[in-house]
């Protein structure tokens, strides 16, 4: 022992004494009433199991404790205390641990106990067995149980207990065997004096936040039987000294980030049963020595940076279930010999850069149910030897090179639920029987050479919920080939050969949310049946011969999202119900022969991010109305139809635009000064009009194209081929002059004042009659009274600067109401929120007082749109992450804000990033249901919003995953997060950056992965899964990045979820 730990355990143990005074002789009675005053303390009615806890006066045999519930005594006293599961609320701070002296055995485990565990509890001096686990202890690991040396088990699991592992308490458990303490909060390193407890049998840390390399020490506990440090952030190398540990039979360590080899060692532990090393950073190869572990059942070395091959001594592993090597750097064949482990169930080697063929002997797994072997290099057959396959329910192959037909034998796996199959270059029919045990659910051959009809067992497969087919050469008349699926969620036929007219059988596909039938030779009218798919989130019809009109019908489509009928032979206007689509975020009509005039109404989808009605017969002039759609982002093309009239100037409000054609068309007079506020722009074109006059002036037409403006009127100004534009009076330039001034003095931001005190909030009704419109403005009035100013004055001000709420100063409609801007007789710019009713004003005023007691730097309101280089991104992302970090966790009762969207994360003058528009928020209270009331904007929303209606804080997470997502993109993640995780796992960082910026420099390129691995975690469908706003928040404020260990330019997203 080493003698400076020694000392401090005595001087540890010297003053603990000192702290407990020594208790008088514990009585049966004095036990009793211990008991009973700590289950007065208890919170709530008392147990019902805790019924039998009173002193029977009548009856003094059994006054004592003795034959109460949960309690035994030996000799009259009590030793042991077990009260499991029965509710208990409340602390332990007023049970006398000095008049339970005798006590050997406390057991108060699967409660709902809070607070810190007492340090008199070192009182106990003959404890052998505590168990306090799965309750809601809080606070730092008291050191007094350091004084508690006859310990043989302790569990402390499943609390939130921090603090560090006491040096002191390892050094005196000599007589422990068991030791729990996952699941909590514990930090620091685990100490070298481990090895003081050198009975040990089970050793459970996992689930804390550990750091610092595993101890050598941990292999002088030869008798541990039981190890698990995962989910910590451990690091260093695995220690050799482990496979000292000849009994041990469960090893985990799995999501650290420990780094170097495997050990060759540890194939002297012949007695594992269980490995998890997934989720490191562990290179080199697999050991040759894991031949040895011949009783291995459960071996997991996935996500890591394994290289060579996969070693041909695994084959010895003759009772092991479970195999996972997958997403590692491995090469080579697929060793034949695989094929000896007659009890494997599960078999995971995708990910990799394996070559060759697929084993037969593979086909010898008999009791096997997954096999996946995706994205490698493995070329040649599927063997026929997989008929024999018969328990195998998930078979995944896809992303390789695999070729040829299917073999028939395929058709014995009756039990199979998922088939993946596609990105190979499997050729020849689909297998015939290939639904035939009615299990199917997930079936994917995307990229081959399927060809032929579809099968009749495809047809009748009514388990089916997601069926991709497309990119190959499948054929047969889609009226006929397809059932009904009633649990049908997605459905991708794209890019075949398929014929013949829609069926009406797609209506009664219930949950369908995703229609692609795109590149076919589809005829035919769209079925105005088609409306009634009101769960359809996506329907893509485009690339066909569809003709006629587009059915008014489909403005029943109120959920979706995506709409492309492009490329078909649509005749007819564009029906004015398409602006029923509110949640609409691409509509792409272009490249048919619609006619007559753009529908105003189209101004109402105003999610919209991308708009193409080109190659159209579209006449008339540019509706107003499109100047709402302040959404929209990646493209708004009208080219090559025969637009007459001017281009709007309001066009010009559509800041966030990054592609604008209005090329072939008629279009005439100026380009309007007001396009210079599109500071978003990437291309413009407005070539083939009839357009005169100054090519606006700003930092985009400083070098534009020179192809965007040809064949016009008169277009003149500083572009090449162009003629400068004659100058102007003196006149004229006093009012250039002038317009610069006010371009200067009006802020381009608009600040929101809504719900806090530096805000302003309006909700009003509008009446037609002036008595009741009388009414509703004096109840707006009041409304502002829970501010600090004259709500009243300020109302009339407000009314004044924006003529009745006149339609000219709405810049912005949403689903709780309309947004104003107004200048106040200060000069000051606000942005007002009339609400569309009044029916709660109760809870709206309560609401209100609530959040106005709010204080936080990103708590307010003000936008500007401005180009962000990574550092000022990545500085937005930590201002939201903090402002939903306070409202969750430092707020009282915390708030869910509901609505977190790009659109409500607003810049001030210094670049910092603010959580605006709480329209939508609510209180979390603990008696408060919070079910869902227009919870939030599509796109945004948790996926589990769509079973239930229930909101938590998740919900903002999810949210803000997505929006991290898009700051780093540029742009909405929608189809990655639809990928997300099965079908993205490879897809490089780099690729997903925005690419109008350079890639992150070295310095900047850690926190661009961290910040990238927190949204992927974030958009868990599993809400239990994401990490709380706190979590997000200090890792991101502690600037927790390491060097990365690979060059940045190759990191692919599934590397993201190891990189802390």
């Given at each position: 022992?080493?003698?400076?730990?020694?000392?401090?355990?005595?001087?540890?143990?010297?003053?603990?004494?000192?702290?407990?005074?020594l208790?008088?002789a514990?009585s049966?009675?004095?036990?009793?009433?211990?008991?009973?005053?700590w289950k007065?303390?208890?919170?709530?009615?008392?147990?019902?199991?805790?019924?039998?806890?009173n002193?029977?006066?009548?009856?003094?045999?059994?006054?004592g404790?003795?034959?109460?519930?949960?309690i035994?005594c030996?000799?009259?006293?009590v030793t042991?205390?077990?009260?499991?599961?029965?509710?208990?609320?409340?602390?332990l701070?007023?049970?006398d641990?000095?008049?339970?002296?005798?006590?050997?055995?406390?057991?108060?485990?699967?409660?709902?106990?809070f607070?810190?565990?007492?340090?008199?509890?070192?009182?106990?001096?003959?404890?052998a067995?505590l168990?306090?686990?799965?309750n809601?202890?809080?606070?730092?690991?008291?050191?007094s149980?350091?004084?508690?040396?006859?310990?043989?088990?302790?569990?402390?699991?499943?609390n939130?207990?921090?603090?560090?592992?006491?040096s002191?308490a390892?050094?005196?458990?000599?007589?422990?065997?068991h030791?729990n303490?996952?699941?909590n909060?514990?930090?620091?390193?685990?100490?070298?004096?481990?090895?003081y407890?050198?009975?040990?049998r089970?050793?459970?840390?996992?689930k804390?936040?550990?750091?610092?390399?595993?101890?050598?020490?941990?292999g002088?506990?030869?008798?541990l039987?039981?190890?698990?440090?995962?989910?910590?952030?451990?690091t260093?190398?695995?220690?050799?000294s482990?496979a000292?540990l000849?009994k041990i039979?469960y090893i985990?360590?799995?999501?650290?980030?420990?780094?170097?080899?495997?050990?060759?060692c540890l194939?002297?532990?012949?007695?594992?049963k269980?490995?998890y090393l997934?989720?490191?950073?562990?290179?080199?190869?697999i050991?040759?020595?894991?031949g040895?572990?011949?009783?291995m059942?459960d071996?997991r070395?996935?996500?890591?940076?394994?290289?060579?091959?996969i070693p041909?001594?695994?084959?010895n592993?003759?009772?092991i279930?479970?195999?996972?090597i997958?997403?590692?750097e491995?090469s080579?064949?697929?060793?034949?010999?695989?094929g000896r482990?007659?009890m494997l169930?599960?078999?995971?080697?995708?990910?990799?850069?394996l070559?060759?063929?697929?084993p037969h002997?593979?086909g010898?797994?008999l009791?096997?149910?997954?096999?996946?072997?995706?994205?490698n290099?493995?070329?040649?057959?599927v063997?026929?030897?997989?008929g024999?396959?018969?328990?195998?329910?998930?078979?995944?192959?896809?992303?390789?090179?695999?070729?040829?037909?299917?073999?028939q034998?395929?058709?014995?796996?009756t039990?199979?639920?998922?088939?993946?199959?596609?990105?190979?270059d499997?050729?020849?029919?689909?297998?015939p029987?290939?639904c035939k045990?009615?299990k199917?659910?997930?079936?994917?051959?995307?990229?081959?050479?399927?060809?032929?009809?579809?099968?009749?067992?495809?047809?009748?497969?009514?388990?089916?919920?997601?069926?991709?087919?497309s990119?190959?050469?499948?054929?047969?008349?889609?009226?006929?080939?397809?059932?009904?699926y009633?649990?049908?969620?997605?459905?991708d036929?794209?890019d075949?050969?398929?014929?013949?007219?829609?069926?009406?059988?797609?209506?009664k596909?219930?949950?369908?949310?995703?229609?692609h039938m795109?590149?076919n030779?589809?005829?035919?009218?769209?079925?105005?049946?088609?409306?009634?798919?009101?769960?359809?989130?996506?329907?893509?019809?485009?690339?066909?011969?569809?003709?006629t009109?587009?059915?008014k019908?489909?403005g029943?489509?109120t959920s979706l999202?995506?709409?492309n009928?492009?490329?078909?032979?649509?005749?007819?206007?564009?029906?004015s119900?398409i602006?029923?689509?509110?949640?609409?975020t691409?509509?792409?009509?272009?490249?048919?022969h619609l006619t007559?005039?753009?529908?105003?109404?189209?101004g109402?989808c105003?999610?919209l991010?991308?708009?193409?009605?080109?190659a159209?017969?579209?006449?008339g002039?540019?509706p107003?109305?499109?100047?709402?759609?302040v959404s929209?982002?990646?493209?708004?093309?009208?080219?090559?139809n025969?637009?007459?009239?001017t281009?709007?100037?309001?066009?010009?409000?559509?800041?966030k635009?990054?592609?604008?054609?209005l090329?072939?068309n008629?279009?005439?007079?100026?380009?309007?000064?007001?396009?210079s506020?599109?500071?978003s722009?990437?291309?413009?074109?407005v070539?083939?009009n009839n357009l005169?006059?100054?090519?606006?002036?700003n930092r985009?037409?400083?070098?534009?194209?020179?192809?965007?403006?040809?064949?016009?009127?008169?277009?003149?100004?500083?572009v090449?081929h162009?003629?400068?534009?004659?100058q102007?009076?003196s006149r004229?330039?006093?009012?250039?002059?002038?317009?610069?001034?006010?371009?200067?003095?009006?802020?381009?931001v608009?600040?929101?004042f809504?719900?806090?005190?530096l805000?302003?909030i309006?909700?009003?009704r509008?009446r037609r009659?002036?008595a009741k419109?009388?009414?509703?403005?004096?109840?707006?009035?009041?409304?502002?009274?829970?501010l600090?100013?004259d709500?009243?004055?300020l109302?009339?001000e407000?009314v004044?600067?924006?003529e009745?709420?006149?339609?000219?100063y709405?810049?912005?409609?949403?689903?709780?109401?309309s947004v104003?801007?107004?200048?106040?007789?200060?000069?000051?710019?606000v942005?007002?929120?009339?609400l569309h009713?009044l029916?709660?004003?109760k809870?709206f005023?309560s609401?209100?007082?609530?959040?106005?007691?709010i204080?936080?730097?990103?708590?307010?309101?003000?936008e500007e749109a401005i180009?962000l280089?990574?550092?000022?991104?990545l500085?937005?992302?930590?201002?939201?992450?903090?402002?939903?970090s306070?409202?969750h966790h430092?707020?009282?009762p915390?708030?869910v804000?509901r609505?977190?969207?790009?659109?409500?994360?607003?810049?001030?003058s210094q670049?910092?990033?603010?959580?605006a528009?709480?329209?939508?928020?609510?209180?979390v209270?603990?008696?408060?249901?919070n079910?869902s009331?227009?919870?939030?904007?599509?796109?945004?929303?948790?996926?589990?919003l769509?079973?239930?209606?229930?909101?938590t804080?998740?919900?903002?997470?999810?949210?803000?995953?997505v929006?991290?997502?898009?700051?780093?993109?540029?742009?909405h993640?929608?189809?990655?997060?639809?990928?997300?995780p099965?079908?993205a796992?490879?897809?490089?960082?780099?690729d997903?950056?925005?690419?109008?910026?350079?890639l992150?420099t070295?310095?900047?390129?850690?926190?661009?992965?961290?910040a990238a691995k927190?949204?992927?975690?974030?958009?868990s469908?599993?809400?239990q899964?994401?990490?709380s706003m706190?979590?997000i928040?200090?890792?991101?404020?502690?600037?927790k990045?390491?060097?990365?260990?690979?060059?940045?330019?190759t990191?692919?997203?599934?590397?993201?979820?190891?990189?802390?």
């Open positions: 022992m080493g003698s400076p730990s020694f000392l401090a355990f005595l001087h540890l143990l010297f003053s603990l004494l000192l702290a407990f005074p208790a008088q514990s049966p009675m004095s036990q009793a009433h211990a008991l009973l005053h007065s303390s208890l919170r709530g009615p008392s147990p019902r199991a805790l019924q039998s806890w002193i029977d006066t009548h009856n003094t045999t059994a006054a404790p003795c034959h109460w519930f949960g035994t030996t000799n009259g006293l042991n205390v077990s009260v499991l599961r029965t509710g208990l609320a409340g602390t701070d007023t049970l641990f000095t008049a339970l002296r005798s006590l050997t055995v406390l057991r108060l485990r699967r409660n709902s106990l607070g810190a565990i007492p340090a008199a509890i070192a009182n106990l001096s003959s404890l067995d168990d306090l686990s799965h809601r202890f809080s606070g730092h690991l008291p050191a149980l350091a004084a508690l040396s006859g310990l043989v088990k302790l569990d402390l699991s499943a939130q207990v921090g603090g560090k592992l006491s002191a390892l050094a005196n458990w000599t007589r422990l065997t030791l303490l996952q699941f909060r514990l930090t620091g390193t685990i100490p070298d004096e481990i090895r407890s050198s009975n040990l089970v050793l459970c840390l996992h804390n936040q550990l750091s610092g390399s595993i101890p050598h020490q941990v002088e506990l030869t008798k039987v039981e190890l698990n440090l995962n989910t910590n952030n451990l260093g190398s695995i220690p050799p482990i000292n000849t039979n985990s360590l799995y999501q650290n980030d420990l780094s170097g080899p495997i050990p060759s194939g002297n532990l012949t007695q594992l269980v490995l997934v989720l490191n950073h562990i290179n080199g190869p050991p040759h020595e894991f040895n572990l011949v009783n059942e071996l070395l996935s996500q890591n940076l394994l290289t060579g091959t041909a001594s695994l084959g592993l003759t009772i279930e479970i195999l996972y997958s997403f590692n491995l080579g064949p697929i060793p034949p010999v695989l482990l007659s169930k599960s078999l995971s080697l995708s990910f990799n850069q070559s060759g063929t697929i002997a593979l010898n797994l009791t096997l149910e997954d096999l996946i072997v995706s994205k290099r493995i070329s040649g057959l063997p026929p030897s997989f024999n396959l018969t328990m195998l329910t998930d078979l995944e192959i896809y992303q390789n090179q695999l070729s040829g037909p299917l073999p034998e395929l058709a014995n796996l039990n199979i639920y998922q088939l993946q199959l596609s990105n190979n499997f050729s020849g029919p689909l297998p029987d290939v045990g009615g199917l659910e997930y079936f994917a051959a995307i990229e081959n050479r399927f060809d032929g009809p579809i099968s009749r067992s495809l047809r009748n497969c009514t388990s089916l919920v997601r069926l991709l087919l990119n190959n050469h499948l054929t047969g008349d889609v009226s006929h080939v397809f059932g009904v009633p649990n049908l969620e997605f459905v036929l794209s075949n050969r398929f014929s013949g007219e829609l069926s009406t059988n797609w209506v596909c219930l949950n369908l949310a995703t229609l795109s590149g030779m589809i005829t035919g009218r769209i079925p105005p049946q088609f409306g009634n798919m009101t769960q359809l989130a996506l329907l893509d019809l485009s690339s066909n011969q569809i003709v009109e587009v059915p019908q489909l029943g489509l999202l995506y709409l009928l492009s490329n078909n032979l649509l005749s007819g206007r564009i029906p119900e602006g029923n689509l509110s949640s609409l691409t509509l792409d009509l272009s490249s048919n007559e005039t753009i529908p105003m109404q189209i109402q105003l999610k991010l991308d708009l193409r009605l080109s159209n017969e579209l006449n002039s540019i107003l109305e499109i100047g709402r759609l929209i982002q990646k493209m708004l093309d009208l080219s090559h025969s637009l007459t009239g281009i709007p100037s309001d066009i010009g409000r559509l800041d635009l990054e592609n604008l054609n090329s072939h008629g279009l005439s007079g100026s380009i309007p000064s007001s396009i506020d599109m500071q722009l990437l291309t413009f074109d070539s083939y005169e006059g100054p090519i606006p002036e985009f037409f400083r070098n534009p194209q020179v192809e965007w403006f040809e064949h016009n009127k008169g277009l003149c100004g500083q090449l162009l003629s400068p534009c004659p102007p009076a004229h330039g006093s009012n250039k002059r002038h317009k610069i001034v006010l371009a200067s003095v009006l802020p381009p608009v600040l929101l809504l719900l806090i005190p805000g302003v309006i909700a009003l509008v009659k002036n419109e009388n009414n509703t403005e004096a109840s707006a009035k009041d409304l502002l009274s829970v600090d100013f709500g009243k004055v109302y009339d407000i004044e600067a924006t009745n709420f006149d339609e000219k709405c810049i912005g409609v949403g689903g709780y109401g104003y801007k107004a200048q106040l007789q200060t000069g000051q710019v942005a007002v929120k009339k009713a029916d709660d004003e809870g005023r609401e209100i007082e609530a959040l106005t007691k204080r936080h730097r990103n708590i307010v309101s003000e180009e280089d990574w550092s000022k991104r500085g937005l992302i930590k201002d939201v992450a903090n402002a939903l306070y409202m430092d707020c009282s915390p708030v804000h609505d977190i969207s790009s659109k409500n994360i607003l810049l001030d670049l910092k990033g603010h959580v528009d709480f329209g939508i928020a609510r209180s209270k603990p008696d408060s249901s079910w009331e227009n919870a939030g904007t599509l796109g945004y929303m948790a996926p589990e769509s079973y239930t209606m229930k909101i804080e998740k919900h903002d997470v999810y949210s803000f995953g929006v991290n997502l898009e700051v780093l993109q540029g742009r993640p929608g189809e990655l997060i639809s990928a997300w099965s079908d796992q490879s897809v490089l960082l780099k997903l950056l925005d690419p109008r910026i350079p992150p070295l310095e900047e390129s850690n926190a661009v992965m961290l927190l949204a992927l975690q974030c958009i469908i599993n809400p899964s994401r990490p706190q979590h928040s200090q890792a991101l404020d502690a600037g990045v390491e060097a990365t260990w690979q060059p940045f330019h990191v692919q997203l599934h590397q993201l979820m190891r990189f802390t």
